[in-house]
Each structure stands twice: as structure tokens, then as C-alpha cells.
């Protein structure tokens, strides 16, 4: 920690309150409290020093939240089951030990194939397309920084992409599966400059630097966010594209 201490206190990141995790993994992960100053701009200066540091920051909202975070981890592998469970669910066999086998998985995932797979299963119907709406209302400023209480967490991971297997994220409800978060925030970072800036138990939003220009671009990608996490669009299919074009901020959340 000394050393990332001094990375973090030479970019004059106050780093009073940096602090280990006591998380149910074998990565440390460290929590900074953003204090009086602005978690965004802390984060972007953050996300600078990443090559540096080799820590990823994630902004998320209050200690509530990094109990559940760690919960996920700690409920989510093979050895927090009886073994009765291992034996009887077959799902269970699907869980690995090790949260690296999910960035495995999610690096040899095409996301494309797995759009492909879900639209097959779910075909979008004609009364769900609902209406594009002309200068929608886009998003340019995340949630997150709505928060009455913010922390930046500190991922040692090789890219931010990483850190859904990291927490084991998802595998819930109809949130993906760990894999799937890792192959999608990797499309989007290659596609649209995508990177991921905040979490919570049941929410993640992501800052994008190339955002779609055009309807075509917005509908196609609407498609991607609505397979991805379908409360995304309550009002509609092409309503949910019209507010994606040129929006530099996206937000899911898994009910």
C-alpha cells in the first residue's frame, strides 16, 4: 500500500482515508474517500495513474454498498455451497473457484455471438419498439455523482474490464453472468471508448468518449444495452436509441 500511497500523494490525491478492503478475495482492494473534492475529476485523475498504479478506480455510494459488493464475491463460488447443493445443482458445477477462469471466459466470449444468441431467444416484438424522439432529452452526467456519499474503490487489475469477474458480478435476476460483463465492457471500450466509472450492488455506469452520431448507430447499439440489461428501455425500444445518440454516459441497473 506504501507504494501506491506515494503514486496517489504525488498526484495530490489526499490519501488520509486510503484503506485495504476486507473482502472475501485474495486481490486487495483499496477504498479512498473522495472528501470535499469531486469525484469525478478525482476519478479522471485516477484513471490517469492507472498505468501507474495498476489499479483501476471505480466510484460507488456508502458502506451498505460494499457490504452487498462483498457479499456477491463471497456467495458466488463453489465452496460457499453445502455440499449436498454442489452435488444436486448443476449450476453450481459452473461456478469457478478462481475469479480469473471468469475473465477466461468472458476474453474468449465474442459479445456479438451472444447478442446474436439472446435476440434468437427474445425477438424484439413490434408493440415493444415504442418511438424515436427527436433532440431526447442524453445523458451527460452520471447518477453516481448525485450521491450523497461517494467512495472511490481501487481494483489491482490488468483492465478495468476485469472487474465485474473480479467481483463476480451478475448471475442474478437478468443480470449477466461475470463473463458476459467482462466481453461487453471490452466491445464497448473498443467500439465507443466506453470505461467504466461507477458500481453499486444493482447498477453500473460506464463514460463514453465516441459516443453513436447517428440513428442507425443509436438503434444498433439500444439493441446491445437492451439484450444487456433490459430496464433499460421501460419506454420503449427506439425511445431508449433516441436518448443513446451522442449521450457520453450509460447507465444500467438490474432490478
Known sequence: MDDLRQILESAGIPCDSLEALHWS??????????HDADPMETWREL???????HHWPVITDNIETLDRLNEQIDSSQPSAFSPEQQRDW??????????REWVFRGEKMSFESW???QEKELPLEEEFMGEWT????????PCIARAEECLILL?????????????????WNDCPS???HVAA???????????LLSMTFDTMELTVKRPPKTKDEAIELAKQHFYFCGDTAPDGFLNLASQLKDSTVWTFWWD
Open 47 to 53: 484513471c490517469r495513474l492507472s498505468v501507474e498504479s
Open 134 to 141: 427527436d433532440n431526447a432529452a442524453i445523458q451527460t452526467q
Open 25 to 34: 478475495c485474495k486481490e486487495t482492494v483499496y477504498g479512498i474517500n473522495s
Open 155 to 171: 481494483f489491482p487489475v490488468e483492465s478495468f474490464w476485469h472487474i465485474p469477474a473480479l467481483l463476480r458480478y451478475g448471475n
Open 178 to 180: 461475470p463473463d458476459v
Open 90 to 99: 448443476a449450476w453450481v458445477k459452473e461456478l469457478p473457484e478462481d475469479w
Open 185 to 195: 465492457l471490452r466491445y464497448w471500450n473498443d467500439h465507443y471508448g466506453a470505461q
Open 115 to 117: 447478442l446474436e444468441a
